[in-house]
């Protein structure tokens, strides 16, 4: 039997508001302990920004910890269905160069589903020995 992305996504999607600044986005993820977060304008999903997002865009460029978080953050989302397979999800990974996707339930965000969380859980991409699961299953020491 298939995976689903349901069985392995992060439930609850933790997200920004467009104008919160860059620090306030940073303390969140720290807060949650996730990697990326949902910014969303006017009540509407805008995009997602990631912990590298952070330091490639703000911090590389000179921003300062009090300027919003939204332009930072990237658009056009790919998304999966949370009853699609989990090799479905790898597949848009893959094709699209990223390591998170929201995950849609009824056409809301349910969830988020990150490449660790798939290294984790999926049978089929799951070594114990690999050096992904190694990686993708290490808890932050700070």
Request: no cysteine; glycine share 10%.
């Amino acid at each position: 039997m298939d995976t689903k992305v349901r069985d392995v996504m992060t439930p609850g999607p933790i997200g920004v508001d467009y104008y919160q600044s860059i620090g306030e986005a940073a303390r969140t993820m720290r807060d949650w302990g996730v990697g990326a977060v949902l910014v969303v304008n006017d009540q509407a999903l805008y995009g997602l920004v990631t912990d590298r997002d952070l330091v490639v865009r703000a911090v590389a460029e000179a921003k300062g910890p009090d300027e919003a978080v939204g332009p930072l953050s990237t658009g056009d989302l790919i998304g999966v269905d949370v009853d699609a397979d989990t090799a479905e999800a790898a597949r848009l990974m893959r094709e699209n160069a990223v390591r998170r996707l929201p995950v849609i339930e009824n056409g809301q965000v349910a969830g988020m589903v990150s490449l660790g969380d798939l290294a984790m859980h999926d049978p089929a991409m799951h070594d114990p020995a690999s050096a992904l699961a190694a990686v993708a299953g290490a808890r932050a020491s700070r």
